[in-house]
């Protein structure tokens, strides 16, 4: 799918997946029906969503420069990482006993809201920014 659509609209599409998965989860379980698949039929549209997400967002991290390639892919792993950690932290603050079910699907959409505001931001980044003349050339 990459080759085919452009990489702004893979990463909008993958967010969006995650945003609407987990929006319904939060509803069904609003709603009164609470079993398993409240909690992880949700995370199954995370699952495509990071599928289709990743693989994107891990290119253009790293085809702005070719000659800084490394350096990229070292940096958006450490941010991934960084990410996550933070979340956890955040997770294992606001999670108690009696809203661990909502609590993390809720924990889950907005981590999922702040990455579609991300994507949306890439893309609008992307869309102003003027091509250099020389763009068709590696290195500064």
């Known amino acids: 799918m990459?080759?085919?659509?452009?990489?702004?609209?893979?990463l909008i599409a993958g967010r969006s997946v995650a945003c609407?998965?987990?929006t319904f989860g939060i509803a069904l379980y609003f709603s009164g029906i609470d079993n398993v698949m409240t909690l992880f039929g949700p995370c199954l549209f995370v699952g495509v969503s990071n599928g289709l997400t990743q693989p994107s967002a891990n290119a253009a991290a790293i085809s702005v420069r070719a000659t800084q390639t490394g350096s990229a892919a070292g940096l958006a792993g450490a941010i991934t990482v960084a990410g996550a950690s933070a979340m956890a932290?955040?997770?294992g603050a606001v999670l108690t006993e009696d809203n661990a079910r909502a609590g993390l699907l809720l924990m889950m959409l907005a981590s999922a809201v702040i990455a579609l505001g991300?994507?949306?931001?890439?893309r609008h980044f992307e869309m102003n920014t003027p091509k250099r003349p020389d763009a068709h050339r590696n290195g500064p």
């Open 2 to 10: 990459a080759g085919k659509f452009p990489q702004a609209k893979l």
């Open 20 to 22: 609407v998965g987990l």
């Open 89 to 91: 932290a955040i997770a």
């Open 118 to 122: 991300a994507a949306l931001f890439a």
